[in-house]
């Protein structure tokens, strides 16, 4: 594998993810029993404030994530306030990055959608605190594989390398590899952790195998065919009995009341990605393919939680509120990433402009300012294992 990135002189980021947490909560749901009010007619806070409310959160929290109910007597929650490898040298052209109207992008690989600068990494921050808060009735926060004891791990397309920072501070015995396609931004990793910058659709040569394989948001990075091949080559890289591990997102925005107007930009918002993400041969619908791919390439016992993630403070539970407050940031600063490459490559009935994109998300983070909205989407966690 190629390039790593390992300082280790400035302080330590707080990890709220090595704290054991508190009451059994249960996030997931079974799939909804009736159809949903679906988006589309088809289908700083600091980060440290945010991760020390997580424990806090943990230990108040009882009751189960299919209520969801809604919190009638907050204020507006939308103000926003408050809520080792083989060589080391990084090539200056991978931190400039490719420039691409106001964004930059990774210079590795050119077909992926998403940018790797400040503002998606400030996203995917947030994404990565969304998923610690609803996982917080769990003693490991950042995986359902049981592997109790994991000696490798590797976490695939591992952005700023949050999670694997986690794992790798939860598990000081393992070594934890992180890869993507362009240099951490990361100014201090623990010692257990290596951030590598490496395209996974390349041969792997890592020389171990893993015992557990983390992918996170992932969606559209792939073509079927490279799928394939990376369930493949997960598979491959495993100890027998290891474990792969994934979560990925519904880009559909839904509600379960009338509160998300069906003609909103919010409610077409999902269908408008998932077309442009057909058209550019990477489909978003990844969450609903993960399962049969990973059984296809040899894993079993695959298991399946799916769960809802609120958007904007509006559940009276008070885990859900944190999660929506801290998810409605995740959407409120990812919306402009999320959009821009594909609506200006793929969006119909042609290619849109970067200004018309621009207009675009400025309506529909308005939209998302409406405290009267009671949306969320799903996200779905799936995990196998390699037979031993
Ligand atoms: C949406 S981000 C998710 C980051 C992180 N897993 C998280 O949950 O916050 C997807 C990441 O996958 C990376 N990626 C896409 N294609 C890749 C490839 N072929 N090899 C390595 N990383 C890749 C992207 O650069 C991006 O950082």
């Not at 939860?170 to 257990?192: C, H, M, Q, R």
Request: contains cysteine; charged residues 25%.
């Amino acid at each position: 594998m190629a390039d790593t990135q390992q300082e280790a002189n400035a302080p330590q980021p707080a990890n709220a993810a090595s704290e054991p947490a508190a009451p059994t909560q249960q996030a997931a749901v079974t799939e909804p029993a009736h159809e949903p009010a679906i988006a589309g007619e088809d289908e700083s806070t600091t980060a440290a404030v945010v991760r020390e409310q997580i424990d806090e959160v943990a230990a108040d929290n009882g009751q189960g994530q299919e209520a969801l109910e809604i919190d009638d007597d907050r204020d507006s929650g939308f103000t926003g306030d408050d809520s080792a490898s083989d060589t080391t040298s990084i090539a200056s052209s991978m931190l400039r990055g490719h420039i691409e109207n106001g964004r930059k992008y990774a210079t590795l690989r050119d077909d992926y959608w998403g940018p790797s600068d400040d503002q998606q990494f400030e996203t995917m921050d947030a994404g990565h605190l969304l998923y610690l808060i609803l996982n917080s009735d769990h003693h490991n926060m950042l995986f359902r594989s049981p592997v109790p004891h994991p000696q490798h791990v590797l976490d695939i397309g591992t952005g700023p390398g949050t999670w694997a920072i986690d794992v790798a501070d939860k598990f000081p015995e393992a070594i934890v590899n992180g890869v993507d396609l362009y240099p951490p931004p990361t100014s201090w990793v623990p010692p257990n952790c290596y951030l590598e910058v490496e395209d996974v659709l390349q041969e792997w040569t890592w020389k171990h195998k893993f015992d557990l394989i983390h992918l996170r948001l992932m969606l559209g990075a792939f073509t079927e065919e490279q799928w394939r091949d990376v369930y493949r080559k997960c598979y491959e890289n495993l100890a027998p009995g290891g474990w792969i591990e994934e979560v990925e997102l519904d880009v559909r925005v839904m509600c379960d009341d009338e509160s998300l107007r069906p003609d909103s930009l919010i409610a077409g918002w999902g269908q408008n990605f998932l077309d442009c993400a057909e058209r550019a041969g990477r489909s978003l619908a990844t969450q609903t393919t993960m399962k049969s791919k990973m059984e296809h390439a040899g894993f079993v016992d695959v298991q399946d939680q799916l769960f809802k993630c609120p958007i904007g403070a509006w559940p009276k539970n008070k885990t859900f509120k944190e999660a929506g407050r801290i998810n409605f940031h995740h959407w409120s600063s990812g919306l402009d990433g999320w959009a821009m490459f594909l609506l200006t490559k793929f969006g119909a009935p042609q290619p849109w402009s970067a200004d018309e994109v621009r207009v675009y998300v400025a309506k529909v983070r308005q939209e998302l300012q409406n405290p009267r909205l009671h949306i969320y989407h799903f996200t779905r966690r799936v995990w196998g294992q390699k037979p031993l």
